[in-house]
C-alpha cells in the first residue's frame, strides 16, 4: 500500500508506485486512507496527449481529497463491484471503454482537437442510442461562427460512439429543419436520442405567483403563440418582453440595445431594475451553481454579456415546436419525466430533451470555436455517463451539491426546472 502526497483536486499517477496497474484503465476504485473513491481518467489535453490523472466521480470525494492537499495519505486499489439484479450506479459488468488517449485520426473541422474514441465491449447496451445538444442564439440576423448556433451530435454503432463534425447553422428556421430531420431519422429507426439546449428552460417560481402566465407550460405556450422568428432571424423579442412586463407589479425582463430606442419599449429597461435582487433574478438551480463559485445569467436579462434572456425567449418556442411534430415520444426532464429515467420503463423511440449549460461539466478545447466545443464536450460526457451506467444518476432527485427541502425539490420539478450534470 503506497502512501503519497495529496495535491491538486485529482489524482496524478505518473510517478505512482500504482502506475503500471491505472494507466490502461478507464476508470477505477481508489482507497484514499481507507475511503472507496470512484474516478474516471482524465482526458487527453488540448494538444491532444494523455492526462495522467483521474478525477473523482462524486464530488464529495473530490472535497475529502482536496481538504488533505499536501498531507501524505494512503492508496490502494479496489476490485470493481460485483453486479446485482437491482439498479447500480457503479459500472457495468463487462463494460470496457477505451482509455482516453487513443484518437481517432478524423479532426472536428480545421483547427480542432482530435476526439477521444469510446467504446463499449460486445453485447453492453446504454439507454440512449444518440446524443444531440444544441449551442442557441438569439441574433436577429443570419450569424456563423462565434456566438452562433452549433449542433453537436454522437451515435453508437458498432459499439463505437461516432461522433459528427458539429453543425453551424445560420438561422433558427436551419437549425430547426435540421434537428427534425435528424430526430426523424431516428426516429424512424427507433432509436433513443438525449437532446439538450444551452439556456433556461424557465423562469424563477417567484415570476409565475405574480405574472399573468400561470406556470411553465403556460410560459412556453404563450411564446410560441406571441414569438415571430422570421426565416432571416428578424423576430419582435424585445416587443414580447415588454408585454410581458407590462402584465407584472413590477418589470422583472431588462436589457436592450439603444437601437432598440425608438420603438414603444416603455416597460422594458435597458438596465437591471433596482428591486429587482439575486433572490428574484434566479432560479434554484442557478442559486446552487451560484453557491458552488460558478456565474450563472439570469434569464431575465435579455442584453448584454454572456445574458441568455433572449435565448429563453427565442428557443421555448422552438421546443414547443418539437414537442407538437413528435407528440407520442417527446419528453423533458424533469417536467415530463420526473426525477427517473429507467431504461425499462423508456420505450423506444424516445427523444428526452433537457437543459444544459456547459458550466456543469469538463469542457475540452476540441474545437477552434468555444461554442463548438462546449457542445461536443457534453456529448462526451453523456456518453461516458450512459456507458458507464451512471447517466441515471444524473436524472434522478437533485442533491449532490446542496440539500433540498422536499417544497424545492417539487418546484424545480415542476415549476423552474435543472440542469443535466448538476
Same mark, same amino acid.
Given at each position: 500500500?503506497?502512501?503519497?502526497?495529496?495535491?491538486?483536486?485529482?489524482?496524478?499517477?505518473?510517478?505512482?508506485?500504482?502506475?503500471?496497474?491505472?494507466? +490502461?484503465?478507464?476508470?477505477? *476504485?481508489?482507497?484514499?486512507?481507507?475511503?472507496?473513491?470512484?474516478?474516471?481518467? !482524465?482526458?487527453?489535453?488540448?494538444?491532444?496527449?494523455?492526462?495522467?490523472?483521474?478525477?473523482?466521480?462524486?464530488?464529495?470525494?473530490?472535497?475529502?481529497?482536496?481538504?488533505?492537499?499536501?498531507?501524505?495519505?494512503?492508496?490502494?486499489?479496489?476490485?470493481?463491484?460485483?453486479?446485482?439484479?437491482?439498479?447500480?450506479?457503479?459500472?457495468?459488468?463487462?463494460?470496457?471503454?477505451?482509455?482516453?488517449?487513443? =484518437?481517432?485520426?478524423?479532426?472536428?473541422?480545421?483547427?480542432?482537437?482530435?476526439?477521444?474514441?469510446?467504446?463499449?465491449?460486445?453485447?453492453?447496451?446504454?439507454?440512449?442510442?444518440?446524443?444531440?445538444?444544441?449551442?442557441?442564439?438569439?441574433?436577429?440576423?443570419?450569424?456563423?461562427?462565434?456566438?452562433?448556433?452549433?449542433?453537436?451530435?454522437?451515435?453508437?454503432?458498432?459499439?463505437?460512439?461516432?461522433?459528427? !463534425?458539429?453543425?453551424?447553422?445560420?438561422?433558427?428556421?436551419?437549425?430547426?429543419?435540421?434537428?427534425?430531420?435528424?430526430?426523424?431519422?431516428?426516429?424512424?429507426?427507433?432509436?433513443? =436520442?438525449?437532446?439538450?439546449?444551452?439556456?433556461?428552460?424557465?423562469?424563477?417560481?417567484?415570476?409565475?405567483?405574480?405574472?399573468?402566465?400561470?406556470?411553465?407550460?403556460?410560459?412556453?405556450?404563450?411564446?410560441?403563440?406571441?414569438?415571430?422568428?422570421?426565416?432571416?432571424?428578424?423576430?419582435?423579442?424585445?416587443?414580447? !418582453?415588454?408585454?410581458?412586463?407590462?402584465?407584472?407589479?413590477?418589470?422583472?425582463?431588462?436589457?436592450?440595445?439603444?437601437?432598440?430606442?425608438?420603438?414603444?419599449?416603455?416597460?422594458?429597461?435597458?438596465?437591471?431594475?433596482? !428591486?429587482?435582487?439575486?433572490?428574484?433574478?434566479?432560479?434554484?438551480?442557478?442559486?446552487?451553481?451560484?453557491?458552488?463559485?460558478?456565474?450563472?445569467?439570469?434569464?431575465?436579462?435579455?442584453?448584454?454579456?454572456?445574458?441568455?434572456?433572449?435565448?429563453?425567449?427565442?428557443?421555448?418556442?422552438? *421546443?414547443?415546436?418539437?414537442?407538437?411534430?413528435?407528440?407520442?415520444?417527446?419528453?423533458?426532464?424533469?417536467?415530463?419525466?420526473?426525477?427517473?429515467?429507467?431504461?425499462?420503463?423508456?420505450?423506444?423511440?424516445?427523444?428526452?430533451?433537457?437543459?444544459?449549460?456547459?458550466?456543469?461539466?469538463?469542457?475540452?478545447?476540441?474545437?477552434?470555436?468555444?461554442?463548438?466545443?462546449?457542445?461536443?464536450?457534453?456529448?462526451?460526457?453523456?456518453?461516458?455517463?450512459?456507458?458507464?451506467?451512471?447517466?441515471?444518476?444524473?436524472? +434522478?432527485?437533485?442533491?449532490?451539491?446542496?440539500?433540498?427541502?422536499?417544497?424545492?425539490?417539487?418546484?424545480?420539478?415542476?415549476?423552474?426546472?435543472?440542469?443535466?450534470?448538476?
Amino acid at each position: 500500500m503506497p502512501f503519497e502526497r495529496a495535491k491538486d483536486n485529482q489524482w496524478w499517477y505518473s510517478k505512482s508506485e500504482l502506475r503500471e496497474q491505472v494507466e +490502461q484503465c478507464a476508470e477505477i *476504485i481508489l482507497c484514499v486512507n481507507g475511503r472507496a473513491c470512484r474516478m474516471r481518467h !482524465a482526458l487527453p489535453g488540448r494538444d491532444g496527449r494523455a492526462t495522467l490523472s483521474f478525477v473523482f466521480v462524486d464530488d464529495r470525494d473530490r472535497q475529502y481529497w482536496v481538504s488533505l492537499r499536501g498531507s501524505r495519505v494512503s492508496l490502494d486499489l479496489l476490485p470493481p463491484p460485483v453486479a446485482s439484479d437491482g439498479p447500480s450506479r457503479e459500472p457495468p459488468v463487462g463494460l470496457r471503454l477505451a482509455r482516453p488517449t487513443r =484518437v481517432d485520426k478524423a479532426k472536428v473541422l480545421t483547427g480542432g482537437t482530435e476526439l477521444p474514441t469510446l467504446q463499449l465491449a460486445p453485447r453492453q447496451s446504454t439507454i440512449f442510442d444518440a446524443y444531440i445538444f444544441v449551442d442557441w442564439s438569439a441574433s436577429k440576423s443570419p450569424k456563423s461562427g462565434p456566438d452562433s448556433i452549433w449542433i453537436a451530435e454522437g451515435e453508437w454503432i458498432n459499439c463505437n460512439l461516432r461522433l459528427s !463534425a458539429p453543425c453551424n447553422l445560420s438561422t433558427r428556421c436551419a437549425a430547426m429543419d435540421y434537428l427534425a430531420q435528424r430526430l426523424a431519422t431516428y426516429a424512424e429507426n427507433g432509436k433513443r =436520442v438525449l437532446l439538450g439546449f444551452d439556456f433556461a428552460y424557465s423562469y424563477p417560481g417567484s415570476f409565475f405567483s405574480q405574472s399573468f402566465i400561470p406556470c411553465r407550460a403556460a410560459l412556453w405556450q404563450y411564446l410560441s403563440k406571441n414569438i415571430t422568428d422570421a426565416p432571416t432571424n428578424a423576430n419582435n423579442r424585445f416587443q414580447v !418582453a415588454n408585454a410581458i412586463n407590462a402584465g407584472l407589479p413590477s418589470p422583472l425582463l431588462w436589457g436592450r440595445p439603444q437601437g432598440q430606442a425608438h420603438l414603444s419599449l416603455a416597460n422594458l429597461s435597458s438596465k437591471k431594475p433596482s !428591486a429587482l435582487t439575486n433572490c428574484l433574478s434566479f432560479r434554484l438551480i442557478e442559486k446552487v451553481l451560484r453557491g458552488m463559485g460558478l456565474q450563472p445569467k439570469s434569464a431575465f436579462q435579455l442584453f448584454g454579456n454572456g445574458s441568455v434572456g433572449s435565448q429563453v425567449l427565442m428557443g421555448l418556442p422552438r *421546443i414547443e415546436q418539437l414537442k407538437l411534430a413528435f407528440p407520442n415520444y417527446f419528453l423533458t426532464w424533469p417536467f415530463d419525466t420526473g426525477w427517473a429515467l429507467q431504461p425499462t420503463t423508456l420505450p423506444k423511440p424516445a427523444i428526452i430533451n433537457c437543459e444544459i449549460w456547459p458550466g456543469a461539466i469538463l469542457v475540452c478545447n476540441f474545437h477552434k470555436i468555444k461554442d463548438a466545443s462546449q457542445m461536443i464536450s457534453y456529448v462526451i460526457w453523456a456518453a461516458r455517463e450512459d456507458a458507464y451506467g451512471g447517466l441515471p444518476h444524473w436524472f +434522478q432527485v437533485p442533491g449532490r451539491h446542496c440539500q433540498l427541502s422536499p417544497s424545492q425539490i417539487t418546484a424545480a420539478q415542476n415549476v423552474e426546472g435543472w440542469i443535466l450534470g448538476v
